[in-house]
Nanobody, 119 residues
Framework: QVQLVESGGGLVQAGGSLRLSCAASGRIFSSYAMGWFRQAPGKERQFVAD????????VYADSAKGRFTISGDNAKNTVYLQMNNLKPEDTAVYYCAARMSSVPSYDYWGQGTQVTVSS
């Protein structure tokens, strides 16, 4: 069984930074790509960023461009999300996810980590 475990969430003031981490463990795991999503209270889960291990540019939601950076280490099955210049509207539960192919559908999900940005 594959598990994705996020860490690094917390409370930060507007303008601050946080770095989220997500580690995959379990049976032999080799994903095609990993990504981050978020869900704010009362809203649908939304895409944040995605990185394909074989190369190419990461993909970002418009809300993340210029402020967030996704990176990772495929050999360690770990993905990170560096978030800078955080805004109150970034407050949400952040989830990492993994997909096993180029099909834009994620196969595994973490439990989420809370990010709260105060004004």
């Amino acid at each position: 069984q594959v598990q994705l475990v996020e860490s690094g969430g917390g409370l930060v003031q507007a303008g601050g930074s946080l770095r989220l981490s997500c580690a995959a463990s379990g049976r032999i795991f080799s994903s095609y790509a990993m990504g981050w999503f978020r869900q704010a209270p009362g809203k649908e889960r939304q895409f944040v960023a995605d990185i394909v291990w074989t190369g190419g540019r990461p993909v970002y939601a418009d809300s993340a461009k210029g402020r967030f950076t996704i990176s990772g280490d495929n050999a360690k099955n770990t993905v990170y999300l560096q978030m800078n210049n955080l805004k109150p509207e970034d407050t949400a539960v952040y989830y990492c996810a993994a997909r096993m192919s180029s099909v834009p559908s994620y196969d595994y999900w973490g439990q989420g980590t809370q990010v709260t940005v105060s004004s």
